[in-house]
């Protein structure tokens, strides 16, 4: 079991960035693959980006290649989302969640963090 910890959201303009920190306790986090989703009001939860256990293999969605990037640091057992060039789509609660097994865009995952709120403003 891994609890997770997501933290860095926030109220932001568009054009601007934010990192979102997933800080995992309980076991090492390269024991897990890794992803992002988020859920904006109204809207069903997107699978925004996933990793690799050893980081080497990233994933994204369509709608933010090219302006998020996903990284890990198992050392410290925290990933991060550097988001850049946000946009008003973008405003939604971001979750992060852990998996054990299976395919690392699949989205299907075990364990979820709380969620942290970003907001983009136009």
């Known amino acids: 079991q891994v609890q997770l910890v997501e933290s860095g959201g926030g109220l932001v303009q568009a054009g601007g960035s934010l990192r979102l920190s997933c800080a995992a306790s309980g076991r090492t986090l390269n024991t897990y693959i890794m992803g992002w989703f988020r859920q904006a009001p109204g809207k069903e939860r997107e699978r925004v980006a996933a990793?690799?256990?050893?980081?080497?293999?990233?994933y994204y969605a369509d709608s933010v290649k090219g302006r998020f990037t996903l990284s890990r640091d198992n050392a410290k057992n925290t990933v991060y989302l550097q988001m850049n060039s946000l946009k008003p789509e973008d405003t939604a609660v971001y979750y992060c969640a852990a998996k054990e097994q299976g395919s690392t865009w699949s989205p299907q995952y075990d364990y979820w963090g709380q969620g942290t709120q970003v907001t983009v403003s136009s």
């Open positions: 990793i690799s256990r050893s980081g080497g293999t990233t």
